[in-house]
Structures are given as C-alpha cells and as structure tokens.
C-alpha cells in the first residue's frame, strides 16, 4: 500500500511544538468560547495523514504531558496509525514530572492501545568505539566478511532468524 504524502515523521520536539502552534490557532478562533481544542487539533492534524512516525517520543515538559491523552484519543478516532520511537518504556515517560499522576492515563491507553515493541538494542551510533565501522564499502567478499563479523560480534550468533514485527 502507498500512502504517498498521507505519511509524515517528525521528531517529537517540532512534533509538539506544531501541535501548540495549532491549538494557539483554534483558541484564537474560538474567541473565549469553551470546546475540546486538543480534540480539534487532532482531529485537524490527522485529516490528511493516515500515518505518523515520531522520532524521540521523550516528554519532558507538563504542558505536552497535560494534552498527549487527549490528542492520540483523536488519533485513534480518525484511525492515523501512530509509531514512534522512544529511549524509556512507556512507563518512563514523564517520570518524576509534575503533576505525574495526570499523565497515567495517557501511559494506561498506550498499554491498552498500542503495541509496543522493546528492541532491547546498543546505541548503534557507537559502534565505533566498540571497534566497529558503520559503513561498510565497496562490495565484495572482503566487505561481505567485515560485515559478518560485526553480525557475529552483536548478535553471538552467525545465524539470524527472521521475524516479523
């Protein structure tokens, strides 16, 4: 399936800092009157996206920690498929920020929503300290041996099984 431009990644810092802009829009607009903003921005946000790739999900700061709910609730509404990537379990996130406690839901509904997937992974953008290149060129069976000994040294194994994620 091609979703052409119905598809979107952004890092999770201008990712919130969009979703603000917005939500300063529709207060503008909405003049004082009381309505579900965050709702409005979703919905808006994910009208022409069927899916969204986050980059960093890392919240940090309580005016995102205080929306997030409300926003991915407009998101499975509209049904955008969300993925992203964070360095903390879902049960990390906001940790020890204010107002923690109104922030669970939010970690509640990715446990009962979504998927999650731990990778349990080194920071492949240290290989080099770990005696390792990176990238690998020209191809060939030197390179081909280069590449199955950093296989061998991450994985303990010569063999890889494939799964699906």
């Known amino acids: 399936m091609d979703l052409g431009d119905r598809k979107k990644k952004q890092h999770y810092n201008e990712f919130m800092l969009q979703i603000h802009e ?3 829009k529709v207060n503008k607009k909405m003049r004082g009157r009381v309505g579900e903003t965050i709702a409005i921005v979703g919905n808006e946000f994910s009208l022409s996206k069927s899916f969204f790739f986050i980059d960093e999900f890392q919240v ?4 995102d920690a205080m929306i997030l ?3 991915f609730e ?6 955008m498929i969300v993925v992203f990537t964070s360095n903390r379990p879902p049960e990390d996130l906001y940790l020890n920020g204010l107002q923690r406690h109104l922030f669970l839901p939010f970690i509640d509904m990715l446990k009962t929503r979504a998927q999650i997937v731990s990778l349990n992974s080194i920071d492949y ?4 300290s770990m005696g390792m290149d990176s990238f690998y060129s020209p191809l060939g069976s030197e390179t ?6 950093v296989w061998d040294q991450l994985t303990g194994s010569s063999k890889g099984t494939p799964s699906m994620v």
């Open 125 to 128: 953008r240290l290989l080099n």
């Open 60 to 63: 940090l700061d309580i005016a």
């Open 69 to 71: 709910k409300r926003l």
């Open 144 to 149: 081909d041996q280069k590449v199955q000994k």
């Open 74 to 79: 407009s998101f499975i509404e509209t049904r």
């Open 22 to 24: 917005m939500e300063h």
